[in-house]
């Protein structure tokens, strides 16, 4: 079964620390996803990738596919950063192929002031 | 550009009742995926559609249809429906088929089974 593990399942910490998020899956896929749910329900993509490195501002996300694992990193966290961090990842060897996402369980941050 | 939009945004039905949900994708994106998330199985992918054609399906029942016309606004419907449908509904938009895009999601609906 294709499987995808998050861990923190639960992350509180204190403004200004840096944060790790980490991400593994089972087998191949061809792209990776990293969101964000604030309370509420609004689902936002933060990255989508499929190898190496991307920034944007504070958040930092980065692929293994080697070791089937990708961390998404928060540095100078704030408490506007507290969310659910869910990853979800396209099995299969193309991006035409027939699967779709199959989605971590999240990790709740709390970014203490 | 307006983001994805989905209608009701909150629905109250009784079991056995069917349900049609709506999603309007953002202009010009031609795929639009649907996912369910409840508390205790988290998000999961319903289906898929790109250009009025389902490309992929999660595993769920029968109950759980949909359909995508022609200026890419896409409709589910559950039928029969269960205490278990109780969840929030999220459709999603990307501009090329496939979930390996970045989905662009909506605000969902949440269906309330009675």
């Known amino acids: 079964k294709n499987e995808v593990e998050q861990s923190p399942q639960n992350l509180t910490a204190q403004e200004g620390e840096f944060i790790t998020i980490n991400c593994s899956y089972s087998v191949g896929i061809s792209a990776l996803h990293w969101l964000q749910q604030h309370p509420g329900g609004g689902i936002v993509s933060l990255f989508m990738l499929s190898s190496g490195k991307k920034k944007h501002g504070r958040l930092i996300a980065t692929i293994n596919i080697q070791e089937k694992h990708s961390s998404l990193h928060i540095t100078a966290s704030h408490p506007r950063d507290s969310a659910v961090y869910i990853c979800a990842v396209r099995f299969g060897a193309s991006g035409g192929g027939a699967d779709g996402l199959t989605f971590g369980k999240g990790t709740h941050l709390i970014i203490q002031p | 550009k307006a983001g994805v939009t989905q209608t009701p945004r909150y629905l109250i039905k009784t079991r056995g009742q069917q349900v049609t949900l709506s999603c309007s994708p953002i202009s010009g994106h031609r795929s639009v995926s649907w996912y369910q998330q409840t508390p205790g199985q988290g998000l999961q992918f319903l289906f898929e559609?790109?250009?009025?054609?389902?490309?992929n399906k999660g595993n769920f029942p029968g109950r759980f249809s949909g359909r995508q016309f022609s200026n890419s606004r896409s409709e589910m419907n559950v039928s029969t429906l269960e205490l278990g449908d109780s969840a929030l509904y999220l459709c999603a938009s990307s501009l090329r088929q496939g979930t390996a895009d970045t989905q662009y999601f909506g605000p969902g609906t949440r269906l309330t089974v009675l």
């Open positions: 559609y790109f250009s009025e054609t389902q490309r």
